[in-house]
């Protein structure tokens, strides 16, 4: 699929808002990214609004990107779920509404059919794992 320049440009500039301090080069298609490392969980922000971006994904914003940064922590599992309970205040029910809505954008998906017990999008994991936990400076990406 051939794009335009300026459509290459759009693209970019949505990426640059989720990467403020992004610096591209173009080499044959590919663009280096380069960013200050910035705590965990504004890295693992920055790591699932890409990864929003790149799949095509509905916007995560607010309560479900924060509940998605726990999960992405501390995996899918009770005591997560109890400290994010805790840590943000909320029902039991809400939560539930933010993981229907998590499974219904592909982020997270029910295990053996059952809606109470959920996993990662291993893609994401692996996307978080590449993106955040390698502690190089940078990562090369290609946009086709």
Do not use: P, W
């Not at 998590?102 to 109470?116: E, F």
């Amino acid at each position: 699929m051939n794009v335009s320049i300026e459509e290459l440009e759009s693209s970019l500039d949505v990426v640059g808002e989720v990467f403020i301090d992004i610096k591209e080069a173009c080499i044959e298609g590919y663009f280096k990214i380069e960013t200050a490392r910035l705590v965990e969980v504004k890295e693992i922000q920055r790591c699932i609004k890409l990864f929003v971006i790149l799949k095509d994904l509905d916007k995560l914003t607010g309560r479900k990107l924060e509940v998605l940064v726990y999960y992405l922590l501390y995996g899918y599992n009770k005591k997560t779920k109890q400290t994010i309970l805790k840590q943000m205040g909320i029902t039991d029910s809400n939560l539930n509404n933010i993981n229907c809505a998590l499974r219904s954008i592909g982020v997270i998906h029910s295990v053996n059919y059952n809606q109470a017990d959920n996993e990662v999008d291993i893609e994401l994991l692996k996307f978080k794992e590449f993106i955040v936990d390698n502690k190089g400076k940078y990562i090369l990406t290609k946009i086709e």
